[in-house]
C-alpha cells in the first residue's frame, strides 16, 4: 500500500520496510510458492512497474514496465501462468513463461478499467471493474483471449472479486456505495447482497466457506459468518481507507490501505475490550431495541448493545416459531451494533424471500434473551 512493500516473517507480528519508490496497487502469491508479484504506478501517468520475488518477498527484481498504459491487476495461477489487468485501457494480458514476456490476450477489452481477477483455474476466471457508467464483472473460458458480460452494475466500478477454494463456483464481488454481488453458479446468476453500508468497498476475501470479509473507505471492515448473506460492520481503529484484505486461515487476515497502513488480526477481527474502553459510554445493560423501519419492505434495521464481549445470536421466526434467518452468530464486543435483516435475502431459505405477515427476532446472549415483533408488507 501506498508507495512501499512491507514484509513479515512473524505472521504479521512485525513487518519490515521493502521500498519499491512507486505506489503500488495489487500484489499476490503464486500458490504453492514464495513467489510474489506487484504492480504498480511507473514514472509517468500511463506507465506501470511490475515487481518480481522469488523468496518471499525478501528480495526483488523488476520484470516488466510499460510506457503505454497503467495496470492495476495482477494474479498468478501458477509460476508460469499469469494475467495482468489494464486500468486505464481495459486489456488483460497474459504471461506463460513466468513474466519473461507478456502479451494481449483480449481479442477486444473486456471493460474499461479492470481491477481485479478470480481465476479458478488456468482456463476459466472472472474480471470485474468498470464499463464506463457501470461496475462490471466479465467471464472467461478460454485464457482471456475472449471475455463475456455476465453483470452490469447502477454503480460507477466494481473494485474486487474472490471465491473460496473449495467451491469456487461461489464467488463474491465488492464494489462503490458499499455494493456487494455474489454467484453460487460461476456467475451464470449474480444476487445483489444487503452491505449495511454506503462507503465504497476495495477488497474482499474469504475466510472459510462461510467467512467473508470486505474492506473499504473510511477503515470499514464488514464480516459475513453465512456465506454472504448478512453482513456486520467490525471496528478497525482506523478512518483511513483499506484497498485490499487477505485471509491465511479462518482467523488470521491481513488489510492494507493509505500510506503503508497494515492490520493484522489472529481472531476474525473480534477484538477485546479495554478497562477504558468500557468507562466511555459502554452500555451498562443488554437492550434489543425495536426495528426500525416497522412496518418494512423489504429491509428494516435492528439495533442492540450489550455491556461485555459475549457470544451473540440474532435469529428471525415465522409465526409458527420456526426459523428462518440467522443474523448474527458469533462473538461481539461491548458497545452497540446495528444489523440490517433483508427479507429478499433469504431466498435461499424460501422460494421468492418472505411473505407478508408478522415475524419475530429474538437476541440471545450468555445471560439475556429478548424477542420482538416485526411487520412485513408487501
Known amino acids: 500500500a501506498g508507495d512501499a512493500m512491507r514484509r513479515s516473517t512473524s505472521g504479521g507480528a512485525s513487518w519490515s520496510m521493502v521500498s519499491s519508490g512507486y505506489p503500488l496497487r495489487d500484489v499476490c502469491i503464486v500458490p504453492g510458492t514464495q513467489e510474489v508479484w506487484a504492480v504498480g504506478d511507473g514514472a509517468t501517468s500511463l506507465s506501470s512497474i511490475l515487481f518480481h520475488s522469488t523468496d518471499g518477498s525478501a528480495n526483488w527484481e523488476t520484470r516488466f514496465l510499460s ?19 489494464s486500468s486505464s485501457l481495459g486489456r488483460v494480458y497474459r504471461t506463460t513463461d513466468g ?24 482456463d476459466s476466471g472472472h474480471a470485474v471493474g468498470s464499463g464506463g457508467l457501470n461496475g462490471k464483472i466479465s467471464f472467461t473460458t478460454n485464457s482471456g483471449t475472449n471475455w ?53 468497498l476495495e477488497g474482499v476475501a474469504y475466510a472459510s466457506a462461510s467467512d467473508i470479509y470486505a474492506v473499504g473507505d473510511l477503515g470499514t471492515i464488514i464480516r459475513s459468518t453465512d456465506g454472504g448473506g448478512m453482513w456486520s460492520e467490525q471496528s478497525s481503529g482506523t478512518t483511513s481507507t483499506l484497498s485490499d484484505v487477505a485471509f491465511i486461515s479462518s482467523d488470521t487476515g491481513f488489510a492494507v ?41 423489504p429491509t428494516t434495521r435492528i439495533k442492540y448493545q450489550i455491556p461485555n464481549s459475549n457470544h451473540v445470536t440474532l435469529k ?47 437476541l440471545q446472549t450468555s445471560n439475556f434473551v429478548d424477542t420482538k415483533k416485526l411487520l412485513l408488507l408487501r
Request: aromatic share 10%; charged share 15%.
Open 67 to 85: 510506457g503505454f498504459e497503467s495496470f492495476s491487476a495482477v494474479k498468478f495461477i501458477n509460476s508460469q501462468r499469469g494475467y495482468l489487468g
Open 99 to 122: 513474466g519473461a514476456s507478456w502479451t494481449n490476450a483480449s481479442t477486444s477489452p473486456p471493460m474499461v478499467r479492470v481491477f481485479d481477477f478470480a481465476f479458478g483455474s488456468p
Open 148 to 200: 463475456s458480460t455476465q453483470a452490469q452494475t447502477g454503480i460507477p466500478s466494481l473494485r474486487a472479486v474472490d471465491f473460496y477454494p473449495s467451491d469456487p463456483n461461489i464467488r463474491a464481488a465488492v464494489g462503490d456505495s458499499g455494493f456487494i454481488l455474489q454467484t453460487t453458479n460461476l456467475g451464470q446468476t449474480w444476487i445483489p447482497r444487503i452491505s449495511g453500508t454506503t462507503r465504497d
Open 257 to 297: 490501505g493509505n500510506n503503508g497502513l497494515i492490520l493484522a488480526t489472529t481472531t476474525g477481527g473480534v477484538v477485546a475490550v479495554s478497562e477504558d474502553s468500557r468507562r466511555a459510554g459502554i452500555p451498562k445493560q443488554t437492550v434489543l431495541e425495536q426495528n426500525y423501519p416497522n412496518p418494512f419492505n
Open 316 to 362: 428471525v421466526f415465522d409465526i409458527l416459531g420456526r426459523e428462518v434467518g440467522t443474523l448474527v452468530n458469533e462473538t461481539r464486543i461491548a458497545g452497540e451494533h446495528e444489523v440490517t435483516f433483508d427479507a429478499n435475502g433469504l431466498a435461499r431459505q424460501t422460494a421468492g424471500g418472505l411473505a407478508s405477515g408478522v415475524y419475530f427476532y429474538r
